[in-house]
């Protein structure tokens, strides 16, 4: 008996456990596929210029060389050097430079202040008795 209630709290203290390994390994799966599908994309729309973030906290700067079914080639900007990695080994993978969002927010800001210019002369230049006040 008291071997099987030894067991039993063996079992409970090791359950939640085995649960947490299990959801790590999907998430490392899916986080995998998404890199990969990510790097796919990139090279499908020639936007190759990458930031890539590992697992292990390092930081990658250059250009999407090749990529196959387990990994993908970078080479470095700054030492032309090719590195290649696994899919698994990434945390993130983030293209150089503006977004989309960025790029229309810059537009409208820039839009703004020019209609906001064009509004300031047209007040400070507008004079309704301009040709002075006359009686008919």
Same mark, same amino acid.
């Given at each position: 008996?008291?071997? +099987? ?20 390994? +999907?998430?490392?799966? $899916? ?25 292990? $906290? ?17 080479? +470095?900007?700054?030492?032309? +050097? ?12 983030? $293209?150089? !430079?503006?977004?989309? $969002?960025?790029?229309? !927010?810059?537009?409208? !800001? ?21 040709? !002075?006040?006359?009686?008919?």
């Amino acid at each position: 008996m008291k071997l +099987q209630s030894l067991a039993l709290a063996a079992l409970l203290v090791i359950a939640p456990f085995v649960q947490i390994a299990k959801s790590q390994a +999907q998430t490392d799966a $899916g986080n995998a596929a998404r890199i990969k599908s990510e790097v796919a994309k990139r090279i499908a729309n020639k936007k190759t210029h990458v930031n890539v973030v590992l697992l292990n $906290g390092d930081k990658l700067r250059g250009r999407i060389e090749e990529a196959d079914d387990d990994s993908f080639a970078v080479r +470095q900007d700054k030492t032309n +050097q090719k590195i290649e990695l696994s899919y698994t080994d990434v945390s993130k993978v983030k $293209g150089q !430079g503006l977004g989309t $969002g960025a790029k229309i !927010g810059l537009i409208v !800001g820039a839009a703004a202040v020019v209609l906001a210019v064009v509004v300031v002369v047209a007040i400070k230049n507008f004079d309704p008795f301009e040709g !002075g006040i006359t009686a008919r």
